[in-house]
Nanobody, 113 residues
């Protein structure tokens, strides 16, 4: 089993910055992909950014140039800059390995205008 625990999040003004962290524990196989998804009220969960164990990263078009994902062994980070009100959502950490998805409980990010 894999457990994911997020930290960070909170309230920030538009144009501000925020960082999220996620620590994974348990039996973690490689290769794997760790990433961040978000779900805004009334909307479906969507991929924000993901990074593979080989370092390859991809981003949603809406966050390119503003967000940066990184990882360190069994942890993944999301640096969020130039935040917009539309970035408001619950952000979930994800780990995918051999077709199995693991999820954190989520952390709320609120961007005020």
């Amino acid at each position: 089993q894999v457990q994911l625990v997020e930290s960070g999040g909170g309230l920030v003004q538009a144009g501000g910055s925020l960082g999220l962290s996620c620590e994974a524990s348990g039996t973690i196989f490689r290769p794997n992909v760790m990433g961040w998804y978000r779900q805004a009220p009334g909307k479906q969960r969507e991929l924000v950014a993901a990074i593979a164990s080989n370092g390859y990263a991809n981003y949603a078009d809406s966050v390119k140039g503003r967000f940066t994902i990184s990882r360190d062994n069994a942890a993944v980070y999301l640096e969020m800059n130039s935040l917009k009100p539309e970035d408001t959502a619950v952000y979930y950490c994800n780990l995918n390995t051999y077709g199995t998805n693991y999820w954190g409980k989520g952390t709320l990010v609120t961007v005020s205008s």
